[in-house]
C-alpha cells in the first residue's frame, strides 16, 4: 500500500496501522468533531460506524475538552476499547479551535475569551483591551502581574469597576487554553502588529469622520443628525445621494428612489385609481442601505416616539423597516427642507404645527 500523508487520500497509515493492531474495528473508538467558537459538537462511535455516543456540545475552553477526554475515557473503558486504539477527526481546524485540538493531544490564540466583556470584564478595543493586547500579552504573562498592580493598571485606564474587571481577568487566564510555548512569541509579535494596524486604521477614520462632518455642517443635512441614532455618516451618504434640497421630489418618490415603496402607475386620467406594483428594484442602493440602517439605530437609540411607532407597525403585522422608512424620509425631509432640528413630542407645545402631511 501506498503510503500517504493525508487522509482525503484512498487511505491513512496510521489509521489503517491503528486498525490492524486493534484486531476488530470494534475495538476501535473515533470521536468525530465539528468546531465552532463557542461551542463544538462531538459524536463518538466504533470503526464500525455504531453509535456509541449521541452527538453533543462541548465547550471551546479547557473545561470543555477535559470534560471531553473524560466522556471519551469513560465510553472507552464502557466498550473495552484501549485508549491508545482511540482517534480524534473533524474538518479542518480553524484557527478558533487550534488550542482546543492541543489540548486534546495534551500538548493552545493567546487568550481565547478575552474580547468578551461577560468574560474578561473589559470592554473590547477599548484603552485597557487595546494597551493589555500591545505588549507582552498571553496567560503565563498576565498570571504573573499581581492582582493589586492589575488593578491598579486597570484604574489608570478609565475603568469603571476595575476590581471586578481584575477579578474577571484573572479568572479567565485561569481557565485559558494556552498556546504552545513555541508559539506564544510569535504570536505576541503578530498580535502586537496587527494593534498598531488597527490603531493607525482607527485615526485615519477619525481623520474623515471630522472632514465630513465639516461639510457636512454647512448643508441643510445636518439636521438630520438631531434624530437620535442618525449619525455624521448616515446623514451624509443621505444628503450625498440627494443632492441639492431644492432638488428634493415629494415624499412618495423619495421613498421610491430609495427603494422603501412599491411603484405606482396612474393611467387612464385622475378618477382611475393608481395600480401598485412590486417594490422598486431599480433604485439608489446606497440610499436605501442608509435609510434602512438609520432604521435600525433609531430602533435602538432613537426618540420614544419613533420606536414607539416601530412597534405598533410590528402589532399590525407590518413591514417596519419599510414603514419607519417612509416615516423618516418624510421627517427628514421636513427638517431639511425648514431647517429645524427634530424635537420628541413631549417638547412640543400643544399649539406647535406639525408640519406637512
Same mark, same amino acid.
Given at each position: 500500500?501506498?503510503? $500517504?500523508?493525508?487522509?482525503?487520500?484512498?487511505? !491513512?497509515?496510521?489509521?489503517?496501522?491503528?486498525?490492524?493492531?486493534?484486531?476488530?474495528?470494534? $475495538?476501535?473508538?473515533?470521536?468525530? =468533531?465539528?468546531?465552532?467558537?463557542?461551542?463544538?459538537?462531538?459524536?463518538?462511535?466504533?470503526?464500525?460506524?455504531?453509535?456509541?455516543? $449521541?452527538?453533543?456540545?462541548?465547550? !471551546?475552553?479547557?473545561?470543555?475538552?477535559?470534560?471531553?477526554?473524560?466522556?471519551?475515557?469513560?465510553?472507552?473503558?464502557?466498550?473495552?476499547?484501549?485508549?491508545?486504539?482511540?482517534?480524534?477527526?473533524?474538518? #479542518?481546524?480553524?484557527?478558533?479551535?487550534?488550542?482546543?485540538?492541543?489540548?486534546?493531544?495534551?500538548?493552545?490564540?493567546?487568550?481565547?475569551?478575552?474580547?468578551?466583556?461577560?468574560?474578561?470584564?473589559?470592554?473590547?478595543?477599548?484603552?485597557?483591551?487595546?494597551?493589555?493586547?500591545?505588549?507582552?500579552?498571553?496567560?503565563?504573562?498576565?498570571?504573573?502581574?499581581?492582582?493589586?498592580?492589575?488593578?491598579?493598571?486597570?484604574?489608570?485606564?478609565?475603568?469603571?469597576?476595575?476590581?471586578?474587571?481584575?477579578?474577571?481577568?484573572?479568572?479567565?487566564?485561569?481557565?485559558?487554553?494556552?498556546?504552545?510555548?513555541?508559539?506564544?512569541?510569535?504570536?505576541?509579535?503578530?498580535?502586537?502588529?496587527?494593534?498598531?494596524?488597527?490603531?493607525?486604521?482607527?485615526?485615519?477614520?477619525?481623520?474623515?469622520?471630522?472632514?465630513?462632518?465639516?461639510?457636512?455642517?454647512?448643508?441643510?443635512?445636518?439636521? =438630520?443628525?438631531?434624530? #437620535?441614532?442618525?449619525?455624521?455618516?448616515?446623514?451624509?451618504?443621505?444628503?450625498?445621494?440627494?443632492?441639492?434640497?431644492?432638488?428634493?421630489?415629494?415624499?412618495?418618490?423619495?421613498?421610491?428612489?430609495?427603494?422603501?415603496?412599491?411603484?405606482?402607475?396612474?393611467?387612464?386620467?385622475?378618477?382611475?385609481?393608481?395600480?401598485?406594483?412590486?417594490?422598486?428594484?431599480?433604485? !439608489?442602493?446606497?440610499?436605501?442601505?442608509?435609510?434602512?440602517?438609520?432604521? +435600525?439605530?433609531?430602533?435602538?437609540?432613537?426618540?420614544?416616539?419613533?420606536? +414607539?411607532?416601530?412597534?405598533?407597525?410590528?402589532? +399590525?403585522?407590518?413591514?417596519?423597516?419599510?414603514?419607519?422608512?417612509?416615516?423618516?424620509?418624510?421627517?427628514?425631509?421636513?427638517?431639511? =427642507? !425648514?431647517?429645524?432640528?427634530?424635537?420628541?413630542?413631549?417638547?412640543?407645545?400643544?399649539?406647535?404645527? $406639525?408640519?406637512?402631511?
Amino acid at each position: 500500500m501506498k503510503s $500517504k500523508a493525508s487522509i482525503y487520500g484512498n487511505s !491513512n497509515p496510521q489509521l489503517t496501522k491503528l486498525f490492524e493492531t486493534a484486531g476488530h474495528s470494534a $475495538k476501535v473508538m473515533c470521536v468525530a =468533531l465539528d468546531y465552532a467558537k463557542e461551542k463544538h459538537t462531538a459524536l463518538i462511535c466504533d470503526g464500525r460506524g455504531q453509535l456509541l455516543q $449521541k452527538s453533543f456540545p462541548v465547550e !471551546n475552553s479547557s473545561e470543555g475538552a477535559q470534560a471531553l477526554l473524560e466522556q471519551v475515557r469513560r465510553r472507552a473503558k464502557k466498550h473495552k476499547i484501549a485508549p491508545e486504539h482511540v482517534f480524534f477527526g473533524g474538518e #479542518d481546524c480553524p484557527s478558533y479551535a487550534e488550542n482546543f485540538v492541543r489540548r486534546l493531544r495534551q500538548q493552545n490564540r493567546l487568550v481565547p475569551g478575552f474580547l468578551d466583556r461577560t468574560k474578561s470584564g473589559i470592554s473590547p478595543f477599548g484603552q485597557a483591551s487595546l494597551e493589555l493586547m500591545a505588549e507582552r500579552f498571553s496567560p503565563e504573562q498576565l498570571r504573573r502581574r499581581s492582582r493589586k498592580t492589575l488593578l491598579q493598571w486597570l484604574g489608570q485606564r478609565g475603568l469603571e469597576q476595575p476590581q471586578a474587571a481584575a477579578d474577571q481577568l484573572k479568572a479567565l487566564v485561569q481557565a485559558a487554553l494556552e498556546p504552545a510555548p513555541e508559539q506564544a512569541a510569535m504570536l505576541q509579535q503578530s498580535l502586537a502588529q496587527l494593534i498598531k494596524l488597527y490603531r493607525g486604521t482607527s485615526t485615519s477614520i477619525g481623520l474623515m469622520d471630522k472632514e465630513v462632518a465639516y461639510w457636512l455642517a454647512r448643508t441643510p443635512g445636518a439636521f =438630520l443628525t438631531s434624530i #437620535d441614532g442618525i449619525g455624521v455618516t448616515l446623514a451624509a451618504v443621505w444628503t450625498a445621494e440627494l443632492g441639492p434640497v431644492s432638488q428634493w421630489r415629494a415624499v412618495r418618490c423619495l421613498c421610491s428612489y430609495s427603494g422603501v415603496a412599491p411603484r405606482s402607475k396612474q393611467t387612464g386620467g385622475p378618477d382611475k385609481a393608481p395600480v401598485v406594483g412590486s417594490r422598486q428594484r431599480r433604485c !439608489n442602493t446606497r440610499l436605501k442601505n442608509a435609510v434602512l440602517q438609520a432604521v +435600525q439605530k433609531v430602533r435602538q437609540y432613537g426618540p420614544e416616539d419613533l420606536r +414607539q411607532s416601530a412597534r405598533r407597525l410590528e402589532e +399590525q403585522g407590518s413591514h417596519v423597516e419599510f414603514g419607519l422608512a417612509k416615516r423618516l424620509l418624510r421627517l427628514g425631509k421636513y427638517l431639511v =427642507l !425648514n431647517g429645524t432640528v427634530y424635537r420628541p413630542k413631549a417638547l412640543l407645545e400643544p399649539d406647535t404645527p $406639525k408640519g406637512p402631511p
